[in-house]
């Protein structure tokens, strides 16, 4: 009999432990109420074009709607390759340390 009284005495004090901790969570918890609802902008500007609508009026109904944020991912070398964007570029420095040394390293006029 006494394994079992052990048995009985580790599980009533495991289960107020996990009481304690559930308690714990729920205060913690309490207060937030709020949820956030979110939308990938980019999978809503491919609807806004297949439709013919401006991304604005699209943005609009999707707040009336209840959403409150907008999802941007990051723009990548290769969506960028594959949308055929060109982005250009000067690297610093290239003609001179300031706009006026670069202007009159390229032939035009110092102020």
Do not use: N
Request: charged share 30%.
């Amino acid at each position: 009999m006494k394994p079992d009284r052990l048995l009985l005495a580790v599980l009533v004090l495991s289960l107020l432990v996990a009481a304690f901790t559930l308690y714990q969570r729920f205060e913690v918890e309490r207060p937030y109420h709020r949820v956030e609802l979110v939308a990938d902008y980019e999978k809503f500007k491919e609807l806004a074009d297949s439709m013919g609508m401006p991304m604005r009026d699209v943005l609009d109904e999707l707040k009336a709607s209840g959403v409150t944020s907008v999802a941007i991912k990051e723009e990548t070398l290769e969506k960028l390759r594959s949308r055929r964007t060109y982005i250009g570029y000067e690297p610093v420095g290239a003609y001179g340390t300031g706009p006026v040394e670069a202007s009159a390293e390229r032939g035009g006029k110092q102020d």
